[in-house]
């Protein structure tokens, strides 16, 4: 079985579908590893590193998706890409099914099988392989300091010989695993955090923490853990 770790085509993505280590193990299992060339360069995993553990890399990006019988990505899938599957092979990834059902649509139409890893159910047999937690963990940590990068101020109270400065105030919406971790940063800073969720949110997680909460009649509670 042949597995191939296609390249990111979005600008801004960073990450790699399969590390190295993750790489070895299947491979101990029987799988042929394929690399495309600078897949995991963004993630600071080199060509060689993957080599090292015995994955061939692949230059000819054709070559990659026509004969692999599995392709695993971490972004949606482009056009160009899709039309070089074959019939009877697996492309694994965040696919946005729901979003994109065009895309879904033109895979079944070549007889591809697709797995949405944002689609697999948060249950206890599956908790290994739940991506969007994950990922959503995350967006949660670093969307509060792209916050306080951007803030003109300082997050925690600061008492200086020139005066004191107020710590700031932080508004999380959304009591999910994303809002959930959004909290904890400006917490250890000393900032002044207040949590906004809809009725019927998993906010359990927050209270015990001495949040403020604050229930938002208007929301909608998606599923999800946060305000939609």
Same mark, same amino acid.
């Given at each position: 079985? =042949?597995?191939?770790? %296609?390249?990111?085509?979005?600008?801004?993505?960073?990450?790699?579908?399969?590390?190295?280590?993750?790489?070895?193990?299947?491979?101990?299992?029987?799988?042929?590893?394929?690399?495309?060339?600078?897949?995991?360069?963004?993630?600071?995993? +080199?060509?060689?590193?993957?080599?090292? &553990?015995?994955?061939?890399?692949?230059?000819?990006?054709? #070559?990659?998706?026509?004969?692999?019988?599995?392709?695993?990505?971490?972004?949606?899938?482009?056009? @160009?890409?899709?039309?070089?599957?074959?019939?009877?092979?697996?492309? &694994?990834?965040?696919?946005?099914?729901?979003?994109? /059902?065009?895309? &879904?649509?033109?895979?079944?139409?070549?007889?591809?099988?697709?797995? +949405? *890893?944002?689609?697999?159910? $948060?249950?206890?047999?599956?908790?290994? *392989?739940?991506?969007?937690?994950?990922?959503?963990?995350?967006?949660?940590?670093?969307?509060?300091? &792209?916050?306080?990068?951007?803030?003109? =101020?300082? @997050?925690?109270?600061?008492?200086?010989? %020139?005066?004191?400065?107020?710590?700031?105030?932080?508004?999380?919406?959304?009591?999910?695993?994303?809002?959930?971790?959004?909290?904890?940063?400006?917490?250890?800073?000393?900032?002044? $955090?207040?949590?906004?969720?809809? /009725?019927? #949110?998993?906010?359990?997680?927050?209270?015990?923490?001495?949040?403020?909460?604050?229930?938002? /009649?208007?929301?909608?509670?998606?599923?999800?853990?946060?305000?939609?």
């Amino acid at each position: 079985m =042949k597995i191939a770790i %296609a390249k990111e085509t979005q600008v801004d993505e960073r990450r790699v579908a399969l590390i190295p280590e993750v790489a070895a193990r299947l491979q101990q299992q029987g799988a042929e590893i394929w690399v495309e060339a600078g897949a995991g360069e963004r993630s600071f995993f +080199s060509d060689s590193t993957y080599e090292a &553990i015995g994955a061939q890399v692949i230059g000819d990006l054709h #070559s990659l998706w026509r004969e692999a019988d599995i392709v695993v990505k971490v972004g949606v899938l482009q056009d @160009f890409e899709v039309d070089q599957l074959h019939e009877g092979s697996v492309v &694994i990834g965040f696919l946005d099914p729901l979003g994109n /059902p065009e895309l &879904i649509q033109k895979l079944a139409d070549r007889k591809v099988t697709a797995l +949405s *890893m944002e689609m697999i159910p $948060r249950i206890s047999r599956a908790q290994s *392989m739940d991506a969007l937690s994950s990922q959503a963990n995350i967006a949660g940590y670093k969307s509060v300091l &792209i916050a306080a990068a951007t803030l003109p =101020k300082y @997050f925690p109270m600061l008492t200086t010989a %020139a005066g004191t400065i107020r710590p700031a105030k932080v508004l999380v919406m959304g009591a999910g695993v994303a809002g959930l971790q959004a909290i904890a940063p400006p917490d250890g800073w000393g900032s002044r $955090r207040r949590l906004r969720y809809p /009725p019927g #949110s998993p906010r359990a997680g927050a209270e015990p923490r001495g949040q403020v909460l604050r229930c938002h /009649p208007g929301g909608r509670y998606g599923g999800g853990g946060g305000l939609r």
